[in-house]
């Protein structure tokens, strides 16, 4: 059984920062892109950050680039989103996915979904 568990979110004023963490279990993913997507109500699931298991590659969207950071811990199976300077346009849940194609932006590519964690920004 694959599961990604996501937490770390919650409200914070603008400029603030949160770290989000992604926990894998059931499988080893050393050969799986982990991305992070968001969706705000009403819009569609919008990428955010990307990278290869192995760290070897990173890509950040542009919306939120210079203020987020992907990163992983290899020991707790775990990949983070840490957001700094964050803006009430940042408001959405954000989801953790796994992909067996490295490094596509595409939401309908990746294959095992977290169940999302909810950030709100107050202005």
């Known amino acids: 059984q694959v599961q990604l568990v996501e937490s770390g979110g919650g409200l914070v004023q603008a400029g603030g920062s949160l770290r989000l963490s992604c926990a894998a279990s059931?499988?080893?993913?050393?050969?799986?892109?982990m991305g992070w997507f968001r969706q705000a109500p009403g819009r569609e699931r919008e990428f955010v950050a990307a990278?290869?298991?192995?760290?070897?590659?990173?890509n950040i969207a542009e919306s939120v680039k210079g203020r987020f950071t992907i990163s992983r811990d290899y020991a707790q199976n775990t990949v983070y989103l840490q957001m700094n300077s964050l803006k009430p346009e940042d408001t959405a849940v954000y989801y953790c996915?796994?992909?067996?194609?490295?490094?596509?932006?595409?939401?309908?590519?990746?294959?095992?979904w977290g169940q999302g964690t909810q950030v709100t920004v107050s202005s």
């Open positions: 990278m290869s298991w192995s760290g070897g590659w990173t």
């Open positions: 996915a796994a992909s067996p194609v490295a490094g596509t932006t595409t939401p309908r590519l990746y294959v095992y």
């Open positions: 059931g499988r080893t993913f050393s050969s799986y892109g």
